[in-house]
T-cell receptor
Framework: DAKTTQPPSMDCAEGRAANLPCNHS???????VYWYRQIHSQGPQYIIH???NNETNEMASLIITEDRKSSTLILPHATLRDTAVYYCIVGPRGGTSYGKLTFGQGTILTVHP | NAGVTQTPKFQVLKTGQSMTLQCAQD?????MSWYRQDPGMGLRLIHYSVGAGITDQGEVPNGYNVSRSTTEDFPLRLLSAAPSQTSVYFC???????????FGSGTRLTVV
């Protein structure tokens, strides 16, 4: 399975954009990039996913490099409530292997007033 | 839709006791998974299912059993509880078309 590398922690000022990087240099052609976050002790929350094109939804934007070896999750206007652990995961869109999505250590994002 | 419902929310067991953590979803999702999260750690996959009647092991399956007799339910059984199984357990489900997993709120289990 492809692995991901994320910085252990990042800081961001409230109201500014938070840019969270993820390296996935061994990603295969049919694997997607998924982002989740976990606020305090709650269950993880799905944010966004993409294959090779940039994606945007109401929560965030996902920028994937052309060679697909890295990506960046962008929270355009971070708020204190965005303080959480952010997980970058690579995996298929379906099939048996989709059941085995593996979470790494993630990035602890702290948004400061 | 209630989403993913986990019961109980909290449980204390004595070493050697058995119990079942319940997980139910009402979204007709084919994929369901169980994770455990130890303090300060990431999530580790215990067991998963890609449909009714189909289950498989994840990263840390020892000491746990699962079955998937219906699409809605995916119970996790602790056979003989050990202190090392003290953790927060999360159940998740997904359609399996890349829309991501929906997680439950977790069961906090302490084994003494």
């Amino acid at each position: 399975d492809a692995k991901t590398t994320q910085p252990p922690s990042m800081d961001c000022a409230e109201g500014r954009a938070a840019n969270l990087p993820c390296n996935h240099s061994t990603i295969s052609g049919n694997e997607y990039v998924y982002w989740y976050r976990q606020i305090h002790s709650q269950g993880p929350q799905y944010i966004i996913h993409g294959l090779k094109n940039n994606e945007t939804n109401e929560m965030a934007s996902l920028i994937i490099t052309e060679d697909r070896k890295s990506s960046t999750l962008i929270l355009p206007h971070a708020t204190l409530r965005d303080t959480a652990v952010y997980y970058c995961i690579v995996g298929p869109r379906g099939g048996t292997s989709y059941g085995k999505l593996t979470f790494g250590q993630g990035t602890i994002l702290t948004v400061h007033p | 839709n209630a989403g993913v419902t986990q019961t109980p929310k909290f449980q204390v067991l004595k070493t050697g006791q058995s119990m079942t953590l319940q997980c139910a979803q009402d979204m007709n999702h084919e994929y369901m998974s169980w994770y455990r999260q130890d303090p300060g750690m990431g999530l580790r996959l215990i067991h998963y299912s890609v449909g009714a009647g189909i289950t498989d092991q994840g990263e840390v399956p020892n000491g746990y059993n699962v079955s998937r007799s219906t699409t809605e339910d995916f119970p996790l059984r602790l056979l003989s509880a050990a202190p090392s199984q003290t953790s927060v357990y999360f159940c998740a489900s997904s359609k399996g078309t890349g829309d991501g997993y929906t997680f439950g709120s977790g069961t906090r289990l302490t084994v003494v």
